[in-house]
Structures are given as C-alpha cells and as structure tokens.
T-cell receptor, first 114, second 113 residues
Framework: NAGVTQTPKFRVLKTGQSMTLLCAQD?????MYWYRQDPGMGLRLIHY???????AKGEVPDGYNVSRLKKQNFLLGLESAAPSQTSVYFC?????????????FGDGTRLSIL | GNSVTQMEGPVTLSEEAFLTINCTYT??????LFWYVQYPGEGLQLLLK?????DKGSNKGFEATYRKETTSFHLEKGSVQVSDSAVYFC????????????FGDGTTLTVKP
C-alpha cells in the first residue's frame, strides 16, 4: 500500500536555486496539504488544495508555490531557495473536509539550503 | 482562531511506567480531536481520534477522552514500552475550515529499559 509518497527524500540546495517537491497519493483523496516541520514549532501549513485544479494559501505561504493539475499529485515549488526554508516538508491528504477525516502523511522531504 | 497546546517535553519514562501527555485546545466550532505519532525518520501516523464530547479514542493501549467542559484531550497509557518512544502530536480538525488541521508543537517521549 503506497498511500502518500514524497520525492525526493533528501535534497541539498544552494541559495537561489529552485526545485519542486512532488507528492503523490493513491487513495483518491480530494484534499491535499503541504506542511513544514521545524524544531519546537510543530507543523505549519504552507498551502493546501481542496480538489484538482484548486490551491489556497495556508499559514506560511511566502516563498512557495503549488500546483494540483492532477487529483493524485500536489507539487510544491521553491522559486529561489533561502536558508530560512531549510526544513522537513510533509505532504498529507484526506478524503474530505469532514470532521472525522484524519490526514494521511508521507514520510517527508528533508531539505537543506546552504 | 483555533489553537492546540501540548505539555512541553521531552518526557522520559522507564518501561512499564504510566504515561500522560496533556493537550488542551481552543476552537470556535465543534472540532474533532486527534493524536498522531511520529517515529524517527517517518511521517505522522494517526494514533486515535474522537469526534464528539465524551468520546474515548483508543488504540495500541493508548487512550484519550474528549472533554468539552475542560477543552482537553489528554493522552494516556498504562504501561509504556521502549517501542513507544516517538513524538506525539495533538491536533484538531475544524470541518468548517476546509478540513484544515491545527497541530500542537509535539511532545517527545523517550522510554528507557
């Protein structure tokens, strides 16, 4: 059972470089989310999507862009990486916005910006 | 806005000790409450949930009761094992807000043999 798959698992970038993180889910979930996890700060929502072709800003969207061209995929882009974006990034998905619908998480992408 | 506050860690216990991790929340609506667990190098996994007041969620020996009167959802386990060492996150979902979750900062539990 694949569930939520994130690629790559690790990446090191130089300041100013760009990259795209890919999230893929095989559970036919409508909702997808991107979070970043930093020590002592829990998870912070970057962007989310409530369905194919839709995206919305979360708590900390600056410096990131997203796209949801296909229902199963949610891409997170860094246009010009900065050291402050060094973090662990998690993608999650859920079937709906129902209050009893937990989120399913990938294993994360560990990103270092030098 | 919504918020979740967890007891600060880290928590270190001996094997077979009793565990309590406190969680309190603030929400404008009637949220569902969750506990997630994160093992090293992995993503969060759902541990248990409760969707209305007085519900008790349970899984793998862990329990938590949704207390609306005290806005709490404390996690308990009667006898912890070394394999329970992980980071635990309390979270709420407000279904009126695109199903977005609000997470606590996490509590690191280390269980020593």
């Amino acid at each position: 059972n694949a569930g939520v798959t994130q690629t790559p698992k690790f990446r090191v970038l130089k300041t100013g470089q760009s990259m795209t993180l890919l999230c893929a889910q095989d559970m036919n979930h409508e909702y997808m989310y991107w979070y970043r996890q930093d020590p002592g700060m829990g998870l912070r929502l970057i962007h989310y999507s409530v369905g194919e072709g839709t995206t919305a800003k979360g708590e900390v969207p600056d410096g990131y862009n997203v796209s949801r061209l296909k229902k199963q995929n949610f891409l997170l882009g860094l246009e010009s990486a900065a050291p402050s974006q060094t973090s662990v990034y998690f993608c999650a998905s859920s079937y709906s916005a129902g209050a009893n619908q937990p989120q399913h998480f990938g294993d994360g992408t560990r990103l270092s910006i030098l | 806005g919504n918020s979740v506050t967890q007891m600060e860690g880290p928590v270190t216990l001996s094997e077979e000790a009793f565990l309590t991790i406190n969680c309190t929340y603030t929400a404008t609506g009637y949220p569902s409450l969750f506990w997630y667990v994160q093992y090293p190098g992995e993503g969060l996994q759902l541990l248990l949930k409760a969707t209305k007041a007085d519900d008790k969620g349970s899984n793998k020996g862990f329990e938590a009761t949704y207390r609306k009167e005290t806005t709490s959802f404390h996690l308990e386990k009667g006898s912890v094992q070394v394999s329970d060492s992980a980071v635990y996150f309390c979270a709420l979902i407000d279904a009126t807000n695109a199903g977005k979750s609000t997470f606590g900062d996490g509590t690191t539990l280390t269980v020593k043999p």
